[in-house]
């Protein structure tokens, strides 16, 4: 792998990058995870998107356990080069361990977060 491509990320203190996984075809935000170097590369390497789990303080390929795998199309890299914005086509339509399309669900309407998306899938029958 070409460290030119690594070496322009900045990674945080931890050794992490945010990464927004949007939707190829939509441009809907699906949702934001973090990314090491290593799950960086294994993303580019295997062209579906793996993430860090800070909770787990592990890997973790994105399907892994629910088969709703996001395949890569693109990455993009902001102006800070902080953040990484991955277009993805998301197998399964279901992005949050919520069971909704998007982990971006809920909006702020009459003084309160309302939930403005449906849950497609029982979490119970995904994980």
Known sequence: MDNALL???KFNSEGLVAAIAQDADSGRVLMMAWMNRQ????TIAEQRAVYYS???RALWRKGESSGHVQQLHAIELDCDGD???LQVTQRGGIACHTGRQS???RSWQQRQWLATE???KDPKEIY
Do not use: E, G, I, N
């Open 7 to 9: 070496d322009a990320v």
């Open 39 to 42: 799950a960086l590369q294994l």
């Open 54 to 56: 800070r909770s787990r």
């Open 83 to 85: 953040t990484l914005l």
């Open 103 to 105: 982990c971006f669900y």
């Open 118 to 120: 449906p849950v497609l």
